[in-house]
């Protein structure tokens, strides 16, 4: 049997006796959903899905523990050098992840977790992804990038091996299967210096629902005054230049 679990991020959860917090969530998941359960397609709550997760969901996993989608990141010798692991093994993102809770319980992956955690408690940067990536580095299956195109492949700037999946990330900028918000860069938030190419994707869907045209103003007041001088400057034509956007030229899908 198999599940899908979708997490809002910035919350605490509650299964039964255990409440764990969503940035650890996915360590214990083979703990806290039901035995008979023997894979989980997990979420986060911070991403769009425009297409079937059918092909996702019915992945063979073959005896391996985790199939999942290459971080933005996953360019950057420091993140191996952090965990102590080699950088051909690759770094993938926790926001997408397909978990083979069966093999997980015959192993005991969970133990392997914490003492992860014990030994290595000062190298961990990112919670659950790096203990993750770390434990079960030789253990996952990499998915396609249009199941998680993250921000970071959407940037000029490039942490990753482009080369190597240059048709991959193409197919996944033409038409992605799920468009995951990553890092503060949220579409629901009012003022964004840089938008998201796919704010509209986000849009689309939000007005769908009862919370139509509802945004946010994360802002502190010293943010927002100074916002509100730069727009008047701007409207007044002595302001600078606006900032090139950080994005690549990119088309809207939605």
């Known amino acids: 049997m198999i599940c899908v679990l979708m997490i809002e991020n910035c919350h605490m959860l509650a299964f039964e006796r255990s409440i764990v917090a969503s940035h650890q969530l996915q360590l214990y998941l083979a703990e806290l959903l039901p035995q008979e359960l023997d894979k989980v397609l997990y979420l986060d709550g911070d991403l769009i899905v425009r297409h079937s997760l059918l092909p996702l969901r019915n992945t063979d996993l073959d005896e391996k523990a985790i199939a999942a989608i290459s971080d933005a990141s996953s360019g ?19 926001g997408v992840l397909l978990v083979n809770l069966k093999y997980w319980r015959e192993h005991q992956v969970l ?48 942490n990753y091996d482009y080369w190597k999946a240059e048709r991959e990330i193409a197919e996944a900028l033409a038409d992605p299967c799920i468009v995951h918000y990553t890092n503060k860069f949220k579409p629901w ?66």
């Not at 420091?78 to 093994?89: Q, S």
């Not at 000062?122 to 299956?141: E, G, P, R, T, W």
């Not at 840089?194 to 946010?216: A, C, E, L, R, V």
């Open 76 to 94: 950057l010798i420091e993140i191996y050098n952090r965990l102590k692991y080699p950088f051909d093994l690759g770094y993938f993102n926790a």
């Open 111 to 158: 133990r392997e977790f914490e003492s992860y955690m014990e030994r290595h408690e000062d190298s961990i940067k990112y919670h659950d992804q790096d203990v993750l990536n770390a434990v079960l580095c030789k253990q996952k299956i990499l998915m396609p990038i249009k199941y998680n195109l993250q921000r970071g492949f959407l940037l000029m700037k490039k």
């Open 189 to 254: 938030k009012i003022y964004q210096e840089n938008p998201h190419p796919f704010n509209s994707t986000w849009d689309k869907y939000q007005n769908m629902t009862k919370w139509k045209g509802i945004k946010y103003d994360c802002r502190t007041m010293k943010q927002r005054f100074k916002s509100f001088v730069v727009s008047i400057l701007r409207k007044a034509g002595v302001s600078p230049v606006s900032k090139k956007s950080v994005y690549i030229d990119l088309a809207p899908v939605d």
